[in-house]
């Protein structure tokens, strides 16, 4: 028979690379969140989890029991053979730890095929994020990537993770770039799913003494960021990125593609236009509107987003690091040396 096993034990298992967690829930249910680097292979698709859910409302438990059983009879063979091509071991779990996860397990038993059952199922991961994420506090240090629209601090941030250095990439967890364009060519995250992608980065680096991070706002896109994120950013060093204008164009062309995204670009335009004085809006829209992308960026970035962050970094009164770069990699560089003397 299969072996329950709580939230800490799968995740030690997890991290070890021994275990790989698997969501036996609706592909719905899965796309609205899951266990970080779980994968989804449900009982049922998300048509049959709502008859059989409507049966037992309106009918009975047995007879979304019986119903049940005839829908997962008809694929069982796919079932049974998708778990088997997955070599590491497995832990299996629905929303609650219950009849989905329960009867997946006895099914791969049968076959011979161990699995572990999470106990109390997604329901209790979420509870162990919420509880987990209301006792942690920020790091001795935290080093801000800040600067204006186009300087490449989440592409910075991105090259100092891929070598090691304690990152939160706030961006990347809530699928969104936090601004009014953020969630263009991207699938923007829930709260949920940001809470479980934070805590899992945040445990990971629990050895560091420090972290980086982005000068993001409390909001970003649909998530909202927890207060001791907040309180760490306000105490933390800011690094400021100064680059030319040309090459801050340039970055944004690379990151947004515009030319793949244009009609995106121009729905998320229309609801900051008002705020930028009339005739400078209707040149910006003109040039999205004929593909002349980097001149439309450049008036963006004069006439709106300058003007705001320098609005914003004038309220700031407390240490502040300035690193001005020709281009983007110079600007990492430039980090990685202020860094190496002020960690190391």
């Known amino acids: 028979m299969f072996q329950d096993i709580n939230v800490e034990q799968m995740r030690e298992l997890a991290r070890k690379k021994e275990l790989v967690p698997i969501d036996v829930r609706s592909p719905a249910e899965y796309r609205d ?7 989804n292979i449900p009982l049922f698709d998300d048509a049959e989890r709502a008859e059989v859910g409507t049966i037992y409302t309106q009918v009975s438990s047995q007879a979304a029991k019986e119903r049940g059983l005839e829908l997962v009879s008809a694929k069982l063979p796919a ?21 989905r996860s329960k009867t997946t397990a006895t099914l791969l038993s049968l076959m011979d095929i161990h699995v572990y059952r999470l106990s109390g199922g997604y329901r ?6 919420v ?30 993770e891929e070598e090691g250095y304690p990152v939160v990439d706030l961006e990347r967890m809530a699928g969104h770039r936090g601004s009014i364009f953020g969630e263009v060519g991207l699938k923007a995250h829930n709260q949920k799913t940001f809470d479980s992608l934070l805590v899992e980065r945040l ?4 050895p560091s003494s420090w972290m980086l991070l982005e000068g993001e706002s409390k909001r970003i896109g649909k998530i909202v960021l927890p207060d001791f994120l907040i309180r760490g950013k306000e105490a933390g060093i800011p690094l400021f990125i100064e680059l030319p ?9 690379e990151d947004y593609r515009p030319w793949e995204h244009k009609e995106a670009l121009l729905q998320a335009y229309r609801l900051i236009k008002e705020r930028i004085h009339t005739p400078i809006a209707k040149e910006i829209e003109g040039l999205l509107k004929d593909n002349q992308f980097p001149a439309a960026i450049m008036m963006l970035l004069e006439h709106y ?11 700031y009164e407390g240490e502040m690091a300035v690193i001005r770069a020709g281009t983007v990699a110079e600007a990492l560089q430039e980090v990685k040396d202020f860094l190496r003397k002020k960690v190391w």
């Open 33 to 39: 969140s899951s266990i970080p680097g779980s994968l």
């Open 79 to 99: 079932f049974i053979k998708a778990f088997s091509e997955i070599r590491e071991a497995k832990t299996v779990f629905c929303w609650r730890g219950g009849m």
């Open 124 to 129: 209790e991961y979420r509870r162990w994020v």
């Open 131 to 160: 509880e987990t994420l209301g006792k942690l506090e920020p790091p001795a240090h935290t080093y801000v990537i800040m600067g204006n629209t186009g300087v490449g601090k989440t592409a910075i941030l991105r090259s100092l």
């Open 203 to 206: 445990e990971q680096l629990k």
């Open 245 to 253: 204008m040309e090459e801050r164009v340039r970055t944004i062309m």
């Open 305 to 315: 987003y300058d003007p705001r962050y320098e609005h914003a970094i004038d309220q």
